[in-house]
């Protein structure tokens, strides 16, 4: 090999390697965290953990999960919005921190959507309106009735301020004209504690939370927030049918930091489609009542499909929001 055939060489070697760098896939140096925005006991939380236990194994790190309440799930957010960048703290968003947050508290938002990066839908799934026990009323024609007597007198509990049961639930009133008594809670285990103790009247919440409850008759359901029944409780109508024009489908998903590099959103986006198209995943999903993300015409999601899901549901929700009067002073 002659000296310049060996210059050469090397050269073309030196310029090689930082390309072959860069076409290894991104895969975690630690444990990863993923930040529930409210208690343990609601969907987020039993949701969030499902995605956490198949994630791991995935990624060949451990992912704890860190529950992080208040605010509506803006003290989660803010904490991954600001975590160090190196894809290893992740949020599991919902539609209410994810899109409502931002008409709901407007300039007191600690981000804007473009700090936030979409990794990918999980899942979909309906809202139920619930009465306590001691509530007289069996279906939604009655509970309408039964409010329009009481205007202002009843209470209805929800996951919190700008929770997505509660814009559901200020959408019914705008739509009826009934006026409903909020009492937020820190998550939907409190909520329906307090629902099943008979200590406020009614309440919204996702259906998987409360979907036991239901089952044991320890509340009464009396609608679905989504265009059709859930075959969990096939009893139970939607609300749409009582209420025209009525219909509010809940979501969670995965997001983190604008700041990860794009390698590893890619890379965390794959593996949460592949979670989400898992037939087993899927079965679990079913068993209460929730969907995939469907965003793919595989069923799945991937980042750029959540990215654009997200911005329509800000715009949708922003408008609903700015209707209904909601913000938090």
Known sequence: MSPRTSRRTVLLAGLAAPALA???PWAPTRPLKLVIPFPPGGTTDLVGRMVAERLSPKLA???????????????????VVRAEPDGGTLLFTSIGTGAMNYGVYGARMPWRPEE???????????????????????NMAQFLDFARGRQGEITYGTAGIGSSPHVCMELLSQITGIRLVHVPFRGSGPMLTELMAERVDCGMDNIPSALPFIRENRIRALGMSSARRAAV?????????????????AWFGVQTSARVPRPA????????????????????????????PNLTPEGGTTPAAFEAFVAAEI??????VRKAQLSVT
């Open 22 to 24: 860069q076409a290894q």
């Open 61 to 79: 790190q451990p992912v704890i999960v860190e529950n992080r309440p208040g605010a509506g799930g803006n003290i989660a957010g803010e904490s």
């Open 116 to 138: 936030m990066a979409a990794v990918g839908l999980v899942t979909r799934m309906p809202n139920v309106l619930m009465v306590a026990n001691r509530m007289p009323v069996m």
């Open 233 to 249: 409780v096939p009893d139970v109508p939607v609300i749409g049918d009582s209420i025209p024009g009525f219909e509010a489908t």
């Open 265 to 292: 959103i890619d890379r965390l986006g794959a593996e949460i489609d592949a979670i989400t198209r898992d037939p087993g995943f899927r079965a679990r999903l079913a068993e209460f009542g929730a969907d995939g």
């Open 315 to 320: 715009r949708k929700w922003g408008e609903v």
